[in-house]
Each structure stands twice: as C-alpha cells, then as structure tokens.
C-alpha cells in the first residue's frame, strides 16, 4: 500500500509538467499552422477563425462540465482573464499593422513569462530553488535565439537602436505585460474552477469578443478558404493548448514554472516541425537555443521530492 502510494505521488509530481509540455506541443503545431494563413487576413478576421476552431473543442470538456462545479464568480473572473489575452492578440496584430515586424515582435512578446514570474513571486509568493532560478536565466535567452533574434544579447544597444522608440513598439510591449498578466492570472482561475470550467470561460470570452468585432463590422470575410481552415485548425490546437494550462495548475504547477516552461518548448516544438515538414534549415546559434531551452526546462522541473515517514508521505518544495 505504501508503495501504491509513493508512485501515486511521483505521478502527480510530474504531472503538471505533461500537461505543460502538451501545451507546448499543441502550441508548437500551431506555430506552424499560421504560417499557412494568407497575409491579408486582417487580424479581426484572424481571431475569428480561431475562435470557430477553438468551439470545436467544446465536446471533448462540456462532458466534463458539472453544474454543482460551476464557480460564477471564477467564471466572470476567466471570462474578463479571458478577455484580456484576447486584447493581448489583437495589440500584436496592431503592431503589425504599425509596421512591427514578425521578427521582432513576436520574439519580443514570447518573453511574456518574466511577467508571469514576478506576479508569482510578489502576489502568488512562489518559492523558486536556486536550480529554478538558473533554469529560467537559461530559458530567457533560448526564447530569445530559437526566435531569431540573437543580436539582442550581443549586441542590445545597436538592437533597440534600430527599433527605435516607434509606436508599433508600444502595442508589443502592451501585448507582453496583458499575456503575462493572463498567464498568472490562469492560476488563479484554476484555484477557483475545475479545469474544464476554466476552459469553457476562456471560450466564452473569446466568443464574446468575436462577436463584438463581427457586429463593429471589424471582420473582412473575404479571405481565402484554405487561411479558414487553416485558421480554425490552428484555433483548435491554441484551446487545446490553454485547456492543457489550465490542467497543469490543477495539477499544482507553479505560475513561474508552468508558463516558462509552455513558452520555452513551445519554441522548440515550432523549430523542430518546421525542419520536418517546411524543410527549414537550423543554424548552430538555433541548435544552442534548443540545447539551453531543454536545459532551462529540466531545471525548472526540479525542486520537489517525496520524503517517506512512517505514517505518512510528504511531498516538499
């Protein structure tokens, strides 16, 4: 019975950590997906699609939906939290329009999790060992070199000299702080609602605001058949992704841990698919990035162990 129990414990250890890194897969494909997408879908068009492939998930959580487990106050709270990623992806798609370009932005707000780490060390008051702290030191960077833009770290004065205070600028930094912000605040919406209610009102925000942009007339219909599927595909990997989030703070993942890790590999997911079926080709610097955000990951991992007494099991931080 006791050993019964000891793997039941090593099981819910690491589970928050498969469930992070099914995030991270799901969101790596998606990566890939959009890449697909025509370049002249507009952003309200964008977020239409994803919204239509993401309802298809309904199904595999509405099952597990129980009225008596219905929170309304978690509710409203996921469905504002909700709103706010949704602002998130419509400020990067603004950047873009302002002249932001992909290069730059995205790696730039894929560096969301610093926000997500200090909301959980000054708010949550998350504990961080010192292999956790290192861990994330490594992750920054890999994010930062698997995303292309290595010259940041050699060089960050000539970098942000040809970024320049523009206003595109503005609407990336924008998006990292409300991403970063969404990030911690699914934690607590995982402390107040199972994870598939969490996930139905992620749904519900994201089909609120889509409905806003189609009655604003904000939504240009006339993109091409193959941006919609692939559009709506890429929806349905992106909620499978936050339902998997969601799982991994039930589980009792850390805010700090949980989003560095899903960001990190989410990156070498993307990278390795796209040498597969885009036949890409990989650098050394990139190869490096794979190597660090692997590191970083395992590092981040650690920090828990299961401590047999007599009478009982204790798991400590």
């Not at 099914?22 to 699609?49: Q, R, Y």
């Not at 959580?61 to 309304?72: G, M, P």
């Not at 993942?253 to 899903?262: E, F, L, Q, Y």
Request: glycine letters at 8%.
């Amino acid at each position: 019975m006791l050993r019964y129990h000891m793997m039941s414990e090593y099981r819910k250890k690491w589970l928050w950590l498969v469930y992070s890194i099914l995030a991270a897969l799901t969101w790596g494909v998606w990566g890939i997906l959009t890449k697909f997408i025509s370049g002249d879908t507009g952003p309200f068009a964008t977020h239409f699609m994803f919204t239509s492939g993401a309802l298809l998930t309904l199904p595999l959580v509405i099952r597990h939906c129980k009225i008596t487990e219905a929170n309304i106050k978690g509710i409203i709270f996921g469905v504002g939290a909700g709103i706010i990623v949704v602002l998130g992806n419509v400020s990067v798609y603004q950047s873009f329009k302002m002249g932001g370009q992909a290069a730059i932005v995205i790696p730039f707000t894929n560096l969301y999790p610093i926000v997500t780490i200090l909301v959980a060390l000054a708010v949550f008051k998350e504990k961080l060992t010192p292999l956790n702290a290192l861990g994330i030191f490594i992750v920054v960077p890999a994010i930062i070199i698997m995303s292309g833009q290595s010259e940041i770290l050699r060089d960050p004065l000539h970098f942000f000299k040809n970024v320049g205070p523009k206003s595109w600028l503005i609407f990336a930094f924008t998006s990292l702080i409300l991403f970063g912000l969404y990030s911690a605040s699914q934690k607590v919406i995982a402390g107040n609602l199972t994870a598939s209610w969490s996930y139905i009102s992620f749904i519900i925000s994201s089909l609120m605001v889509s409905i806003s942009f189609i009655a604003f007339g904000l939504v240009d219909f006339h993109f091409q058949q193959k941006s919609f599927w692939f559009g709506s595909a890429a929806g349905f990997l992106d909620g499978l992704g936050v339902l998997a989030v969601f799982s991994a703070y039930r589980a009792g993942g850390k805010a700090s841990k949980v989003s560095t890790v899903a960001a990190t590999l989410q990156q070498v997911f993307t990278v390795s698919l796209a040498l597969v079926f885009l036949k890409e080709r990989i650098n050394l610097i990139s190869f490096i990035g794979i190597v660090m955000a692997i590191l970083g990951t395992y590092l981040l991992s650690t920090g828990q162990r299961i401590v047999k007494s007599e009478n009982n099991l204790n798991v400590i931080n």
